[in-house]
Nanobody, 123 residues
């Protein structure tokens, strides 16, 4: 079992930056991790993913060049640095962990999910 707890969400102005964190506990060895977001009334969508080693990363086209996903040295903390934020309504960002080494863009590849942290970018 893996437990995930996100933090760092909040209200930020467009053009600003925000860093989300996800603390993982339990059997975190050899897990890939990812970030997904869900806006009200919309399906959850992939944002970024990282392999267990941290050497492979994937990004949604909409965030490439603006967001950076990384893992802490102990591999049990996931970060997402978001820069040049675009104005948008509230969305919940979820941290996910999968019991495979390689990162994935599909939700079904992930076995564990956090409760989410809300981010609102104001114009």
């Amino acid at each position: 079992q893996v437990q995930l707890v996100e933090s760092g969400g909040g209200l930020v102005q467009a053009g600003g930056s925000l860093r989300l964190s996800c603390a993982a506990s339990g059997r975190t060895f050899s897990t890939s991790m990812g970030w997904f977001r869900q806006a009200p009334g919309k399906e959850r969508e992939f944002v970024a993913a990282i392999s267990w080693s941290g050497s492979i990363t994937y990004y949604a086209d909409s965030v490439k060049g603006r967001f950076t996903i990384s893992r802490g040295n102990a591999k049990n903390t996931l970060y997402r640095q978001m820069n040049s934020l675009k104005p948008e309504g509230p969305a919940v960002y979820y941290c996910a962990a999968g019991t495979v080494l390689a990162p994935a863009t599909q939700e079904l590849k992930y076995d564990y999910w956090g409760q989410g942290t809300q981010v609102t970018v104001s114009s």
